[in-house]
């Protein structure tokens, strides 16, 4: 479908977006705004970098609350997060660097930092290192929303901290939910906490959601907790949106996630057997980390957009479904079941589903570009096609079986995209390890979070025996 030009704005000139660096942010911290402080682990990353970019024009345009960075979390990129936590409007509280091997390095970085004459970083900025932090840093009392942007299983622990210290989280973290998706909505409705989600895909269906149940009753959906949405009454009269309790959303027929299709759309399976590495990582719309780019490419990221959905809204597998949409325009539909669809529809920008996570249920000012309406847009949808990108199809199955299926597949997926990145193995085996690790274990349908961390630890262990290194 092609969306035609605006008459409106045919005959009005394009205003560019407002940069939040063009004039003084403000002062928050002189005004009577109550403080919603924000924890931004894996900051250095992509969607940690969007945040604290998005917290910055939150508190130019948000006229309830002033935003803090609480503390910010990093691994090995330890210039980048000092660099980062010297640019906020006031020094976070805390420092974390999760690998300790790197803590003389951070603290030297630190130090020097703080020296330097226009530096925010004072002595009340600590250096926090090793696990253990990220869930000091989750936890800690005075935070109130917990963005969880680690990538991959190392995120696991200090995601589900904040979920049982009853957070808002906003979560780009998918595999915590792959991974142990049931201990985590279950403790969210046990604790009071909230699970948002950062993906653009599942930020839109639960926008389209949420706007269909508005027009159903005056209720919102989420848990409300006393630490989230500080100064939101909404958030108090709110429903758990993750709950195991919870039925399927009445009127929906189906949750349509859309892939953009990657860097090998349209390429062949011959083709993509000989995919290299620089290939793999050119994905044609949006800018993100080594790891996500290659579960792009193989569409083993939709396929763990699958299982996320199915334990995000608690839906069956048989009600999600993916297509094809290179534009990347819009970001998911719901259908209904007297047939009509829903859809959220903007630029591709994730500072767009950051910031609704952070002020969920209010909409305020964004640094994301709007569409542009004097412009013709193209938007094609098309199937998805799981025979040449078998990591769809295994995406499904794993969503449909639950258990233990997910934590296997995610540690064998990120053990083969690693072999992959160290040119060990070729781009087609890496669905293929996943489908054969999966095939190899024991399946269980009820485990503990401690068998899961073990299985973990051997699915990492036989992807690398299949992958024979």
Known sequence: MTLPPSPSSQSEPTVPAESPSEDPVP???????????VAVLGATGSIGVATLDVIENLNRC??????????????????????????????????????????????QALKTAAAQPDSRLTERCLLDVGPDALVRAATAK?????????VGRAGLESTLAAVHAGKRVALANKETLVVAGPVVTQAAADNGAELLPIDSEHSAIFQCLAESRARQSHSTMLASSP?????????????SLNS??????????????????GPFRDWTTAQMREATIDQALAHPTWKMGAKITIDSASMMNKALEV?????????????????????????SLVEFEDGSLIAQVSPPDMRMPIQYALTYPRRLPCPAPALDRSQSWDMTLCPADPERFPALALGF?????????????????????DLFLKRQIRFTDIPEICRRTLLDHNH???PTLQRLLKLDVWARDRARELAQI
């Open 244 to 261: 195991s309790a919870t039925p399927s959303w009445p009127g929906v027929r189906r949750l349509i996630l859309t892939a953009s299709g």
């Open 227 to 239: 630490n989230s949405t500080p100064g939101s009454a909404a958030s108090d009269q709110a429903q």
């Open 142 to 150: 005075d935070v109130d929303v917990v963005v969880a942007a680690i």
């Open 62 to 107: 948000d006229p309830e609350l002033a935003w803090e960075v609480s503390s910010v979390s990093g691994h090995s990129q330890i210039e980048s997060l000092i660099q980062l936590a010297d640019g906020c409007q006031t020094a976070p509280h805390s420092v974390v660097v999760s690998n300790a091997e790197n803590e003389p390095q951070a603290a």
């Open 27 to 37: 002062d928050f911290r002189s005004n009577n705004r109550p403080v919603s402080r």
């Open 444 to 446: 269980e349908s009820s």
């Open 307 to 331: 299982i996320e959905a199915k334990w995000l809204f608690n839906v069956p597998a048989d009600k999600i479904e993916v297509v094809v949409h290179p534009q990347s325009l819009i970001h």
């Open 397 to 417: 199955e794993v969503a449909r079986v639950g258990g233990t299926a997910g934590a296997v597949v995610n540690a064998a997926n990120e053990t083969a995209v």
